[in-house]
């Protein structure tokens, strides 16, 4: 499907009904990598309306001239799901550099978001300030199923990816203009962290810093995955994001009680 903006057509996808969730994928992949890793979970749960769709410049959207910065990106996001879903409450699911987003639309609409999934987020968007682990040996070699997965979810995306646009983007637009996490005082809804121990793309302990902001937050560090978790520790990222939405349940059951 296509969602006409002011200057720009997002691609996206839609499964379920229920409470929404805003998908948000990482740089230079689409709508498929989050798909391919939230629908089996999905598969077994009801109740959510699941909105997958592509940044601008990956995927099935089309790079646009005028989008140079993530403040850009950021206020494009917020504004496709105020058409998408006015004025309700919803989740994030993010990864990588959509974490960065997700964070941005937390800042912007707090009272909307209901819980987020932050899986191998971008904590710093400069890599030079990045903490990241020495030690990048995964003992767990890819089986068969991990090398499928990679093939229809990740690079598949990358072929078709807009790599001059997002060239330049990632030199000169990549970091906000403000400090997403400073900005951030508390957010204080069910939320889950997951980093990869041998992560060389972001690393995990950057995440730590910000681990008060989140006082309903799982913060998890799995060893034996990089920047690919939910594909190397299938069963891990399984459980702990089910975990993650037995939280939100139990959180929404108790408002409406309260009500």
Not at 82 to 109: M, T
């Amino acid at each position: 499907m296509e969602c006409k903006l002011k200057n720009t057509i997002i691609y996206y996808k839609t499964y379920g009904e229920g409470l929404p969730i805003i998908n948000l994928h990482g740089f230079t992949l689409d709508h498929r990598v989050l798909e391919g890793c939230m629908e089996p979970i999905f598969n077994k749960r009801n109740g959510y309306k699941r909105i997958y769709f592509d940044l601008p410049g990956m995927g099935k959207t089309k790079a646009e001239s005028w989008i140079k910065n993530s403040n850009q990106m950021l206020n494009l996001c917020i504004e496709f799901i105020k058409r998408i879903i006015p004025k309700q409450r919803y989740l994030i699911v993010s990864e990588s550099y959509g974490s960065y987003l997700a964070r941005g639309i937390i800042y912007k609409n707090p009272k909307y978001v209901e819980g987020a999934l932050f899986i191998c987020p971008v904590m710093k968007a400069e890599q030079n300030k990045r903490s990241l682990p020495k030690n990048n040996n995964l003992i767990t070699q890819p089986n068969v199923k991990m090398l499928d997965r990679y093939k229809k979810e990740i690079q598949p995306a990358i072929d078709i990816a807009n790599t001059t646009f997002l060239n330049e983007f990632a030199k000169r637009g990549y970091p906000f203009s403000f400090d997403v996490d400073e900005k951030i005082k508390s957010f204080e809804k069910p939320s889950l962290f997951l980093l990869g121990r041998q992560d060389l793309t972001v690393g995990y302990r950057d995440a730590w810093d910000i681990v008060e902001k989140y006082p309903y937050a799982t913060f998890a560090i799995l060893d034996q995955a990089g920047h690919g978790l939910q594909v190397e520790q299938e069963e891990l990222f399984n459980a702990l994001v089910n975990e993650w939405l037995d939280r939100i349940e139990s959180s929404l059951s108790n408002k409406e009680s309260l009500k």
